[in-house]
């Protein structure tokens, strides 16, 4: 870096010269604050991992055990997956999900209403124009 603005100072370029001295730093501190964030959210996905998952043996029943007894080829019922897919499958229709808690109390919807241009309406009325 020092040898190239070295240079673009011999060919007169000042201006290049100290922007190089700039920028370089400067992307070298964001690769480092993007590193950090990424590094922030993978640790939060581990304390958010489950401790324990629900096997589903040969014959259909289900059990749960610690995710450190899991074996490979053990048929495993996720639910944290299903929500996430959820979610995704919601995000490519152009429907935003709060979080995981909103699809889990889609399951106790019973009833959805919708006006005449299908927005969804909360039932309580009030005077827009008078």
């Known amino acids: 870096m020092l040898a190239v603005a070295l240079g673009a100072s011999v060919f007169g370029a000042w201006g290049e010269g100290a922007l190089l001295l700039f920028l370089f730093p400067v992307s070298g501190a964001m690769e480092h604050f993007a590193l950090y964030r990424t590094l922030r959210e993978i640790d939060s996905l581990f304390k958010a991992a489950p401790k324990e998952a629900t096997i589903i043996d040969d014959d259909g029943s289900e059990q749960r055990l610690s995710v450190t007894q899991i074996k490979n080829g053990q048929l495993l019922l996720s639910i944290p997956s299903a929500i996430l897919a959820a979610i995704a499958w919601g995000a490519k229709n ?23 241009t299908g927005r969804l309406t909360t039932g309580n009325l009030h005077v827009q124009k008078i």
């Open 94 to 116: 152009g429907i935003l999900f709060r979080g995981g808690a909103a699809v889990e109390k889609l399951a106790q919807v019973d009833l959805i209403a919708l006006d005449k």
